[in-house]
């Protein structure tokens, strides 16, 4: 994909490893051991290809025994049931507030929650799901990232830089959210991006498009996307500075 769980994944690092706060995750569509793999290699910036395949560089050991260690100590608290229910996530978040705090919640992803309501149209049953967790974020007073699909419209466009209208199922989930945050990969549609500046040349240009914020600006931001080990840059500092 365009790099959606990355940059979960690049947010729940910072939060729980920088910022010393408590994250949960609902993974719908991955494993927790493939979750872990992802936070390991973004942390420890090793590809998650040589590390699945053990022709990890002897100098990277290091780095991920320092980047285990960090996670063994971190409130990040991983989900990987399938088939959830939006009931299920609330009754479990709450759970995680009690037992360890929570700073912020992260469902990935929306279109494979199941709601409460059972309805033959899927945009009904999404819209229920997206209110519930607008809910549930009041409630626990928490961020709550939801991470949605888009339909195929902004492939068949020429201009292929994603609107909230391509958001998939449900108009709903561009009414409910307070910030959508859509990523733009140019190698990702084999278009041709800007030459990757100097110090940047293992990672390929980006940009993330605030296209709603309801108390704040809208606009894009550069970033550099590394696909090896599934991470998101600042553009706008070194190489070495996550997102």
């Known amino acids: 994909g365009t790099g959606k769980t990355s940059l979960a994944l690049a947010l729940a690092r910072h939060i729980a490893i920088r910022e ?6 609902f993974s719908l569509e991955m494993t927790k051991e493939q979750l872990l793999e992802r936070l390991l290699c973004g942390e420890a910036k090793v590809s998650l290809h040589r590390l699945r395949g053990g022709y990890v560089p002897a100098a990277k050991w290091r780095d991920i025994a320092n980047a285990a260690s960090k996670f063994q100590k971190a409130r990040i608290m991983v989900d990987d049931s399938p088939g959830t229910t939006v009931l299920e996530i609330r009754a479990k978040a709450r759970r995680m507030m009690a037992q360890h705090g929570l700073d912020m ?5 929306l279109q494979l929650l199941e709601g409460s309501i059972r309805t033959d149209v899927r945009e009904q049953e999404i819209a229920h799901i997206t209110r519930s967790l607008k809910k549930l974020a009041r409630e626990l007073n928490v961020p ?3 991470i ?6 902004v492939e068949q466009r020429e201009k292929r830089y994603p609107r909230l209208s391509d958001l998939r199922e449900s108009g709903a989930i561009e009414q409910d959210a307070d910030l959508v945050v859509f990523i733009y990969r ?9 030459a990757p500046k100097d110090g940047q040349s293992s990672g390929s240009e980006a940009e993330f498009i605030i296209a709603k914020q309801r108390n704040g600006p809208l606009g894009k931001v550069p970033v550099i996307f590394h696909k090896a080990y599934a991470s998101f840059y600042s553009a706008a500092r070194d190489d070495s500075a996550p997102f």
């Open 20 to 25: 010393n706060a408590a994250v949960g995750i």
């Open 105 to 109: 919640l992260i469902v990935d992803y």
């Open 144 to 146: 709550v990232i939801a």
């Open 148 to 153: 949605s699909q888009l339909n195929r419209a």
């Open 186 to 194: 140019a190698d990702y549609y084999n278009e041709p991006a800007n």
